[in-house]
């Protein structure tokens, strides 16, 4: 299979990680395994008791979402749900920092 990619170098061929019933195995289990903890996260932001427990919980639905994206990508072999998710993973940045910045300085009286 790897010679198979090396010969054909120059022709576009089918991803090589998507062909193997391992790699599809694995991705549905990782997908299940992160919608559940996308709902558990989804939990923790409805129920935090403060803010800054619901900002970790909006962080942490981000990344899953990521995460989710890239599992994606790896089962359908398509590159451009990589760069989705790092513009994802951009926005999530920003926005996490942004609201850090927000909590430090407090409310205004």
Known sequence: MMLDCLVNFG???????????WVALTAQVSMVVLVIALCLAFLRLVLGPSMPDRVVA?????????????????????????RVAMVVALFNFIGTIGFCWYLQRGPRQ
């Open 58 to 82: 909006i962080d942490l639905v981000a990344v899953l979402l990521v995460g989710l994206i890239a599992v994606s990508a790896v089962e359908t072999g398509e590159v451009i749900f990589l």
């Open 11 to 21: 022709s576009v061929a089918a991803p090589v990680l998507a062909t193997t019933a």
